[in-house]
T-cell receptor, first 114, second 111 residues
Framework: DADVTQTPRNRITKTGKRIMLECSQT?????MYWYRQDPGLGLRLIYY???????NKGEISDGYSVSRQAQAKFSLSLESAIPNQTALYFC?????????????FGPGTRLTVL | ELKVEQNPLFLSMQEGKNYTIYCNYS?????LYWYRQDPGKSLESLFV?????AVKQEGRLMASLDTKARLSTLHITAAVHDLSATYFC???????????FGTGTRLQVTL
């Protein structure tokens, strides 16, 4: 089984709809991240969390919100989706106790906003 | 604001040839990561470089880090088709270890 899972894997929605993307991990890591990937722009950090009580904005948090329901679960919400939020979204995890703090990525969610 | 630049953005090379991908960054950091992404897939961690002068090798790929020059290189030796993918470098900054990614280098290895 995959260590970092994301649901749904693909989603098509309409402008103005509320969307939630979910991420779960079995790695036991304390840190979790949400990124979006756009062609030609690499990955950009949306939000990150170091534990259930710690949520931080990333580079491009406007229009997004997150919830860390448990150490293993980190959800990303688009309150009112707009077409320029069409992108590939990745969840990642890392472990503070490991000096390298290497991030491990989920399979991604392809979101299309019409 | 940290800037991470990769070049080239696209690289077409023949099997058996050698080439280097460059990753330059604009602020002090001693932690740099290389990832591989196949089309439509997730990112796979290749190398973690944690200090000046660090060198890591895996198969036909070798990564190095020069923190004074703010430069990392990913060297490909005797390329094979299976290495065709997009390669990203990412630089960690601050105690939060946030990653800033380069825009990626799409590598295409042809026969």
């Amino acid at each position: 089984d995959a260590d970092v899972t994301q649901t749904p894997r693909n989603r098509i929605t309409k402008t103005g709809k509320r969307i939630m993307l979910e991420c779960s991990q079995t790695k036991g890591h304390d840190r979790m991240y949400w990124y979006r990937q756009d062609p030609g722009l690499g990955l950009r950090l949306i939000y990150y969390s170091f534990d259930v009580k710690d949520i931080n904005k990333g580079e491009i948090s406007d229009g997004y919100s997150v919830s860390r329901q448990a150490q293993a679960k980190f959800s990303l919400s688009l309150e009112s989706a707009i077409p320029n939020q069409t992108a590939l979204y990745f969840c990642a995890t890392s472990d503070l106790s490991q000096g390298a703090n290497e991030q491990f990525f989920g399979p991604g969610t392809r979101l299309t906003v019409l | 604001e940290l800037k991470v630049e990769q070049n080239p953005l696209f690289l077409s090379m023949q099997e058996g040839k050698n080439y280097t991908i460059y990753c330059n960054y604009s602020t002090t950091s001693d932690r740099l990561y290389w990832y591989r992404q196949d089309p439509g897939k997730s990112l796979e961690s290749l190398f973690v470089l944690l200090s000046n002068g660090a060198v890591k090798q895996e198969g036909r790929l070798m990564a190095s880090l020069d923190t004074k020059a703010r430069l990392s290189t990913l060297h490909i030796t005797a390329a094979v088709h299976d290495l065709s993918a997009t390669y990203f470098c990412a630089v960690a900054t601050g105690t939060a270890s946030k990653l800033t990614f380069g825009t990626g280098t799409r590598l295409q290895v042809t026969l």
